[in-house]
Each structure stands twice: as structure tokens, then as C-alpha cells.
């Protein structure tokens, strides 16, 4: 009996300390806010990655992943909380986020100060990752966005004259806005960039812009903003005449874009990370078990979210270890085929992938095309 008593405890004990060895995934995105729905994708690709690495029997020791999620609200201050909290106050060994380069940019320093490595899944300013060495992420960058969005614009809709409109006191529109003036600039001339106008954050009337920037005829009006912003912005071009395409960034990627432009949005193009119609095995497999857990089609916020925390859990596993600095150097020499496509890192900490363009068509997203870096 004593025996038994001891060999009952031994295994509690035992069980206890397995337990207690969960890994901590600290999870960042912006649940509600501005963009809301983007935190919601985000969540819910994460969610799926970390139970399939549970059900796989964990990263390693047999050690599982208990996702640790906060709300960033689409907000840099909120961002810096939530981030100090994960680290502080809950300990996390990593983290995957968030969303918004501009609270991305706010977060990054303090992983970056704590030596907690961090992988956004969807912040493309360039500005991120140059943060430090335990920054990575896992889309491509702006500056590779830009030129897409300005070569389609060029080269396939054969647009002479170009505008852009843009928020600026959001980093990834502003800087987004320059990197297609850059490359359109330098295919179609010098002053083919008719207007390039600024809106301050929060705007929901942008029709003194709107007017300067139609008064210079451009065959093509780029909006690198984020969905809800698009909506309304698509609305009030279409009422002020305007009737040619818009093309804009990875911003656009909402189901609630249609809901708030309707058919103003209609003609436009966009660049992104993923498409859903994509024929990959890997895609097909992923689209099928995040339709059966959340009843919803995946965007690209989910694809690339599941594939940050696949990317951020190979290197932990790889690592064997949860020490900052071997996690790391793991990430460092990451080589893992995602949904979002093959990831490896260049010097940067930015992965080299190709973009997709999508049309909006019928009120749905249209795939295009693929190009590739
Ligand atoms: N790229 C955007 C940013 O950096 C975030 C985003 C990514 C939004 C993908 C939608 C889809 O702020």
C-alpha cells in the first residue's frame, strides 16, 4: 500500500512537471479595431497550427503549445501592452505577431530587448525586421509589393498617368504609396504620377483629396490602405466620376471590402500573399481543414498566420530548446515548404516570395495571376 501510495505520487509529480513544461506561444492581432477582421483571421490560423502540432504530440520532449492570444486593437500603444504583457508577465518563449506593420513596429523592440524571438506574420514596411535579430517575418516586403502593383498597372492595364492616395500616419501605407511611385515613375516617366495625396488617419471623407487628385486625369488610382478605408474611399472616387481601375496592396484582403464598397470596388486589383484557388497540395489540404473548423474561406491573414506559427514551431523544434537565442539561430536557417509557398530567410530576416493579384469581380476575389520575384 505505501508502495502504491508512492508510485501515485511519483506520478502525479511526474505529470504535473510535464504540464507545467507547456511552451508558451505568446499570439498577437487585432481582434477588434479598425480592421477587425484581420485579428479574427489571424487568430484562427494560429489556433489551427498550434493544435496540429498538439495533436502531433508537440515541438519537442513531447512538450505541447499552450497559445497565449492577445488583441492589439490595431493600435501601437495597445500593441507595446500586450507585447510586455506576453513577455513579462506571461513569459512566452516566442511570439507570432501581429498584424499591422505600424503596431508591429511598436511591438518589435520590446521582443527585441528581451531577447523573445518574433515572427510578424503579415507586417510588410520594410522597417520591421530591421529592427533587430530576433525579428523575423514570414510575407514579403513592401518594397516588392509596390513594384508588383506598379508593373500591373503599367504593363497590364496600361495605365500612362498614375495617382495614389494614402493615410499618413499608417507606415505601411505611406511607405507603400512610395514604393509604387518609385517603380511607376521610372516605366512610365517622370510626371506620371499625377497626384500623390495624403489623408489623415481615421479620415472617412476623403473628397477634397479625391477632387485634386482627379483634376489630373490619371488613367489608374492606386489606395494601398487598409479595407474599411478602400471601401469608402472606392465610393466617393466612383461618386466624384471616376471610372477607371484602382489597384492597392494586401490591405484590401477582407470579406467585409464588398460589404463597405459594394460595387464601387468593382474593376479593382489587388496584390497578396495567397490564393485560396491556388492548386498546391499543401494549399488544398489547409483550406479544407480551416473551412471545416471555422466555417470560413481562409484570406491570406489566415494562411500566412498558420504559416508563421508552422515557421516559428519548426525552429523551436529545431532549436530543442526554448533559449531566445537558439531559437534564434534556428530561425536563421529555416527551410519549410508553407502554405504561402517555399520560406527561407535572406540577410534581412524576410523570406523571398511571390505575390498573387487578385480582381475583384462580382463582388468576389478573382485569382489573376502569380509573380514571382
Ligand atoms: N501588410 C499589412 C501591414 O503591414 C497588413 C496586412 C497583411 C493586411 C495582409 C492584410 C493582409 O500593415
Not at 511570439?95 to 505600424?102: E, L
Amino acid at each position: 500500500m505505501k508502495r502504491f501510495v508512492l508510485v501515485l505520487l511519483l506520478v502525479i509529480a511526474a505529470t504535473s512537471l510535464i504540464a507545467a513544461q507547456d511552451i508558451k506561444l505568446g499570439g498577437v492581432g487585432p481582434v477588434t479595431g479598425e480592421a477587425a477582421t484581420f485579428g479574427v483571421s489571424t487568430k484562427n490560423g494560429m489556433t489551427l497550427a498550434v493544435e496540429e502540432w498538439n495533436a502531433k504530440g508537440g515541438v519537442f520532449g513531447g512538450r505541447k503549445v499552450k497559445l497565449i492570444f492577445e488583441d492589439d486593437k490595431g493600435d501601437p500603444a495597445e500593441g507595446a501592452t500586450v507585447y510586455t504583457k506576453l513577455i513579462q508577465q506571461d513569459q512566452v518563449t516566442a511570439i507570432v505577431g501581429t498584424v499591422m506593420s505600424k503596431v508591429t513596429l511598436a511591438g518589435a523592440p520590446i521582443a527585441q530587448a528581451a531577447g523573445i524571438p518574433m515572427i510578424s506574420p503579415t507586417s510588410t514596411n520594410e522597417k520591421v525586421t530591421l529592427v533587430g535579430d530576433y525579428i523575423y517575418r514570414a510575407c514579403f516586403i513592401d518594397p516588392f509589393q509596390g513594384t508588383v502593383g506598379a508593373n500591373f498597372a503599367f504593363k497590364d492595364l496600361k495605365a500612362k498617368k498614375a495617382a495614389a492616395l494614402f493615410d499618413i500616419g499608417n507606415d505601411y501605407t505611406k511607405g507603400l504609396a512610395e514604393n509604387f511611385k518609385l517603380t511607376f515613375e521610372k516605366l512610365a516617366g517622370k510626371n506620371s504620377v499625377v497626384a500623390f495625396e495624403g489623408h489623415p488617419s481615421g479620415a472617412t471623407d476623403f473628397k477634397a483629396q479625391l477632387t485634386k487628385i482627379l483634376a489630373g486625369k490619371p488613367d489608374v488610382l492606386y489606395v494601398p490602405d487598409y479595407y474599411n478605408d478602400v471601401g469608402l474611399i472606392a465610393k466617393q472616387a466612383r461618386e466624384l466620376g471616376f471610372k477607371g481601375p484602382m489597384v492597392g496592396g494586401d490591405g484590401w484582403d477582407s470579406p467585409d471590402l464588398v460589404k463597405i464598397g459594394g460595387t464601387a470596388v468593382e474593376n479593382g486589383f489587388f496584390t497578396n500573399h495567397y490564393s485560396s484557388a491556388d492548386s498546391r497540395a499543401i494549399v488544398k489540404e489547409f483550406v479544407k481543414k480551416y473551412q471545416a473548423k471555422f466555417g470560413a474561406e481562409p484570406d491570406a491573414l489566415a494562411a500566412l498566420a498558420y504559416d508563421a506559427t508552422y515557421i516559428m514551431l519548426d525552429a523551436i523544434k529545431r532549436a530543442g530548446s526554448t533559449k531566445g537565442s537558439a531559437i534564434r539561430d534556428a530561425l536563421k536557417v529555416t527551410k519549410l515548404d508553407v502554405v504561402s509557398g517555399k520560406v527561407t530567410f535572406d540577410a534581412n530576416r524576410n523570406p523571398i516570395k511571390a505575390a498573387v493579384i487578385i480582381e475583384i469581380k462580382g463582388g468576389k476575389q478573382v485569382y489573376k495571376t502569380t509573380v514571382n520575384p
